[in-house]
């Protein structure tokens, strides 16, 4: 079974500032997806970035990027110039590599993100 | 369109009543999910829809009745609930071959169950 852990409950970054999330997973599986959430209080889960485990390259999205490790299993997110926007809570998830593609994603518990002006 | 339009937004119900969640999407995802989430926790898997048929059902009660009648929109039928299955109900969608993608989420309901 694969386990996600965020050890980071909650977080704070100055407005500008630069923020990096972590998040740790346990698999067995060698083809596999990573995926970073966002739910702010609207409540909708909100893709941030995703990143595929067979490509070495780290996945960017504008300010987000990720550093991924796949030998240590990491997954961190990295938010440069944070903007009171991006207060929320986020969630690092984990899916299979799999045809059909039955998506059985799991997350980790969240961190608590707060962006202070 | 891509969005995943969930309805009720909120929704309070008593443990006798029988209530259905509606859920709808038009980007012709042929995988479509139901989660429940706890406040401060993070979203747990109840359901999965493949081709409208039922792929993965995890443990969930049987008072937690999930119906695909089509394509483009999912339902979870309540009824019997207990205070313990107050929480955010999300609902999610996917295009069932194209590997590793994400999941697209409503905005979810909140069930307050008295």
């Known amino acids: 079974a694969q386990t996600v852990t965020q050890s980071q409950p909650e977080m704070s970054v100055q407005e500008a500032e630069t923020v990096t999330l972590s998040c740790t997973y346990d698999t067995s599986e060698n083809n596999y997806y990573l995926f970073w959430y966002k739910q702010p209080p609207s409540r909708q889960m909100i893709l941030v970035i995703r990143q595929e485990a067979y490509k070495q390259q780290n996945a960017t999205e504008n300010r987000f990027s990720v550093n991924f490790q796949k030998a240590a299993k990491s997954f961190s997110l990295k938010i440069s110039d944070s903007q009171l926007g991006d207060t929320a809570m986020y969630f690092c998830a984990f899916m299979k590599h799999g045809i059909p593609n039955n998506n059985d994603m799991r997350f980790g518990a969240g961190t608590r993100l707060t962006v202070k002006p | ?114």
């Open chain 2, 1 to 114: 369109d891509t969005e995943v339009t969930q309805t009720p937004k909120h929704l309070v119900m008593g443990m006798t009543n029988k209530k259905s969640l509606k859920c709808e999407q038009h980007m012709g995802h042929r995988a479509m999910y139901w989660y429940k989430q706890k406040a401060k926790k993070p979203p747990e898997l109840m359901f999965v829809y493949s081709y409208e048929k039922l792929s993965i059902n995890e443990s969930v009660p049987s008072r937690f009745s999930p119906e695909c009648p089509n394509s483009s929109l999912l339902n979870l039928h309540l009824h019997a609930l207990q205070p313990e299955d107050s929480a955010l109900y999300l609902c999610a969608s996917s295009p069932i071959l194209k590997v590793g993608t994400e999941a697209f989420f409503g905005q979810g309901t909140r069930l307050t169950v008295v």
